[in-house]
Structures are given as structure tokens and as C-alpha cells.
């Protein structure tokens, strides 16, 4: 049966007697008060999800594999954007849905992964470009209702996420669409008219949006423009921002909402794929980053980054104030890849023993050299200034006058300190650097 396609804002207006005119012009503010976004900023790691049909394909199609230069457009890892970039009819793929089958998914698995993890909030593509949705949508068919599956997958996640005290949100694709006939396509496809994209945000992305504040409260919502020729004007930036803040007085916005000009009413700024910034930033902001090249599982992209590695991009986006929002990309039959699992444990052991120098700190404003990060956060002790060593070193400078004990968070053993002027000279023990773990330094302020 059909689904109800009448956006659930305008039901609102059936009932109260208003017009679309006037739901626009409600006085509701588009920016949230500052305190909101707190628990972001000290939130520092979160997990990003991107599963969906294409993950069946796994990044292969008609003995073709991402990346596959012999398509105009082929030469990408993302297995996300199979259908485009390896050209699969669109009969197809939409006939995926079919197949679509994860009876080994286990919300409270993953939720408890991400937790052990350190990790403090979850992201899940609810909606990627190909328009499918993970939920029991009302808007539309192309849903996960109509898979074998037939269960909706967000609502028994978000109550993981209650479970384990993990904040949650969704990636929701706003402005491309493939399935939907006036919805916005890649920048080679055909370029979707003014009207024909305003019937698509009327008719399913706004009213999907809604449905998603209305059924699951998030905390947050991340949507996905880049530095292309969009459909989001600064109107419609703002008319997506009035809808959620009409419904939602806690939930964040993040700064690909439109990219190239997110305006001054988004909570956080969002970097591009795998970017990290130079320089802080005026507002909280995040890297969506992946483990390996792809975000939605891949079966042959081989190339998983350490732990190690992924380690040093947490602390030197915790020591200019950003967050990390590290993307795992499920099987279809909703199994974790166990590459992703065994990172996700390592990762979680360091911040079990070092998580004092990442949460809730702060960054310490002190230029370091090379290799050397810092954060600093104030505690029952005092003021503390915390190092985070990536290299081996003999000693390391600190521009900046440390008086109180300096000791190796971990172990607890004592370093030597010498204060020559208004600098720290610290000596590391000889023994200090074992492995390619990075090392934590604990000094009183």
C-alpha cells in the first residue's frame, strides 16, 4: 500500500488552520543557546555509521570493483556511491531492497563497541543519497519496511543509545536523492530544475526530517553538502534550520547543511572528509573520518588505518578543540567487519588508561613542538597540563612555567622537570617510549 506522502508539517497546519506561509513565519529562534552544544564539546570521539543497501554490493558490481577508472567516474573508494560511480541501472539497484536481510543485526553490540571505545555519541546514515531509509517512514516506500528484514533499524539503536548513555544522531541526505525523480543527483548526472528539487524538499526531505525529530528527539543531525553547486540556498539552509528548531529545542546542526555558506545559526562546523584543520576554530567543529578509504563496507579495500595512527588525529583535534568522529561501515547482515572491532578495542584501551587528558579538557593555548600535543582541564588536584608524546624524544620544551610534579599518566613514574626562565625543560626517561603507543604527561599548573 502507498504510503501517506502529505509532509507531516503541513498536517500540522490542516489541523491548526494555518497556511504554509504562515508555519514559515512562526517566530521560533534559528539559533540555539550556546550551553546546548556542551556536551559536543566535551564529548571529543564519537562513532559514524554508514550502512544501507549499498552495502550488500559491497563495492562491487557486474565484476567491476571501486575504485574502476574504465567508468568516467569510477575512480572513488567510497562504496557508498556504487550506483553513480559504477553506473548501476537504477531498476537495479532500488531492487536491492529485496535482498536486504540483516538478521545479524545487534544494536546493543554496537552500541556497547562504541562505549568500550570511549566514544561518547553515535551517527548513523538514516537517509544516505541513494534515498533509502533505515526507518518505518511515512513519506516514503523506499524504506526498510519494504525488505525482507521489515523492521524498522533506527528505533531499536536509539534505545541502545539511551541504554549506555551515549548521545545519537542522524546523517540525513537533504539535498541528493537518487531515487526520488526531482531529487538532486551527482554534479555529472543530469542537473534537477528549481522546481523539480523544490517538489523533492516539500514533498520527502522536509517532511523526513520532521519525522525523524518527531519519532527518535536526536541530538544531533548531520547533513552532507560539499564545495559543488547545490540546491541549498541560504532560503532553504534556513527553512530546513527553522523545521528543526520548531520541533526540537536541543538538537545540533552541523555545518554541511551547506557547506560553502552554513551562516551563523549551525551549532558546529563540520571539515571535510579525513580534514584537519591548522589553526582552532570560532566555532565546535568535528572530522568525519573513515578507518579505511570507504565508509560504507567495502570488501576489498584492504587499507585499515592503526589504531595508533587514528590515535594521534583524536588528540590533535582534542588539543585545538575539535572532535573525531571515526566511521565504521557494517556488512549487510549487520556484522561489524572485525579489522574495524579490533580498532575499535585498541583505541579504547589507550583513552581507558589516558581518557583524563581528552574528556573534558580543554586545548592549553601553548605552541608545542613537533609531535607533541596539549590540553589542559582543571580537576579535585588543581590545574593540570596534559602532554600527549607521539614520537620518541629526549625532552621536550614547554613554553610555560610548570611548578607543581610532572609524572607518565599511565605508570605514575615521575619525569624531571627544570625551569630556565618562562620555560619547562622536561627530561624523558630513557625507557619511556617502547612501543608506537602515544605517551601522556600529567604536569601541575
Not at 536491492?96 to 546514515?125: C, H
Request: proline share 6%.
Amino acid at each position: 500500500m502507498r504510503k501517506l506522502v502529505i509532509p507531516l508539517l503541513l498536517l500540522g497546519l490542516i489541523f491548526t488552520g494555518c497556511s504554509d506561509k504562515q508555519i514559515t513565519q512562526r517566530e521560533v529562534s534559528l539559533k540555539l543557546p550556546e550551553e546546548k552544544s556542551e556536551w559536543f564539546k566535551e564529548a571529543k570521539f564519537g562513532m559514524f555509521i554508514h550502512w544501507g543497501l549499498y552495502s550488500i554490493l559491497e563495492g562491487s558490481y557486474n565484476g567491476h570493483t571501486m575504485p574502476d577508472t574504465s567508468f568516467a567516474n569510477g575512480n572513488s573508494w567510497y562504496a557508498e556511491w556504487i550506483k553513480p560511480r559504477l553506473e548501476v541501472p537504477d531498476d537495479v539497484y532500488n531492487a536491492l531492497a529485496g535482498q536486504f536481510n540483516p538478521v545479524n543485526y545487534d544494536p546493543d553490540s554496537w552500541v556497547r563497541e562504541a562505549k568500550n571505545a570511549g566514544m561518547k555519541y553515535l551517527v548513523i546514515t538514516s537517509k544516505h543519497h541513494d534515498g533509502f531509509a533505515l526507518w518505518d517512514s511515512e513519506v516514503s516506500d523506499f524504506d526498510i519496511m519494504n525488505t525482507p528484514y521489515g523492521k524498522d533499524l533506527i528505533a531499536p539503536l536509539v534505545e541502545a543509545c539511551k541504554k549506555y548513555g551515549l548521545k545519537y544522531g542522524f546523517y540525513y541526505s537533504h539535498w541528493q536523492d537518487w531515487e526520488d525523480p526531482d531529487g538532486a543527483l551527482p554534479r555529472w548526472c543530469e542537473w534537477r530544475d528549481d522546481e523539480a528539487f523544490e517538489r523533492y524538499w516539500q514533498r520527502k526531505s522536509l517532511p523526513q526530517v520532521q519525522e525523524l525529530i518527531e519519532k527518535f528527539d536526536p541530538d544531533l543531525l548531520w547533513f552532507d553538502t560539499w564545495d559543488w553547486k547545490t540546491h541549498i540556498t541560504p532560503e532553504r539552509r534556513d527553512e530546513l534550520i527553522r523545521l528543526v528548531r520548531t520541533y526540537s529545542d536541543k538538537c545540533l546542526i552541523n555545518g554541511r547543511i551547506c557547506y560553502e555558506n552554513p551562516g551563523d545559526n549551525i551549532d558546529f562546523l563540520e571539515m571535510h572528509d579525513n580534514s584537519y584543520p591548522k589553526e582552532m576554530l570560532s566555532k565546535p567543529w568535528q572530522t568525519p573520518a573513515t578507518m579505511q578509504n570507504s565508509w560504507a563496507y567495502h570488501g576489498k579495500d584492504y587499507n585499515w588505518k592503526p589504531a595508533s595512527r587514528m590515535l594521534r588525529y583524536l588528540v590533535n583535534n582534542t588539543s585545538m578543540g575539535g572532535n573525531y568522529l571515526l566511521n565504521v561501515g557494517p556488512k549487510a547482515d549487520g556484522t561489524l567487519p572485525a579489522p574495524a572491532v579490533r580498532r575499535l578495542r585498541e583505541m579504547g584501551a589507550w583513552l581507558d588508561v589516558n581518557g583524563e587528558a581528552v574528556f573534558g579538557s580543554e586545548p592549553s593555548g601553548l605552541a608545542m613542538p613537533d609531535g607533541v600535543y596539549s590540553t589542559r582541564k582543571e580537576t579535585s588536584e588543581g590545574k593540570n597540563l596534559y602532554l600527549f608524546l607521539t614520537r620518541p624524544m629526549a625532552s621536550v620544551t614547554v613554553p610555560a612555567v610548570l611548578s607543581g610534579e610532572c609524572k607518565v599518566v599511565e605508570t605514575g613514574q615521575p619525569v624531571e622537570m627544570t625551569v630556565v626562565e618562562d620555560e619547562t625543560e622536561i627530561t624523558l626517561p630513557e625507557n619511556l617510549f617502547k612501543d608506537d603507543s602515544i605517551i601522556v604527561l600529567k604536569c601541575r599548573l
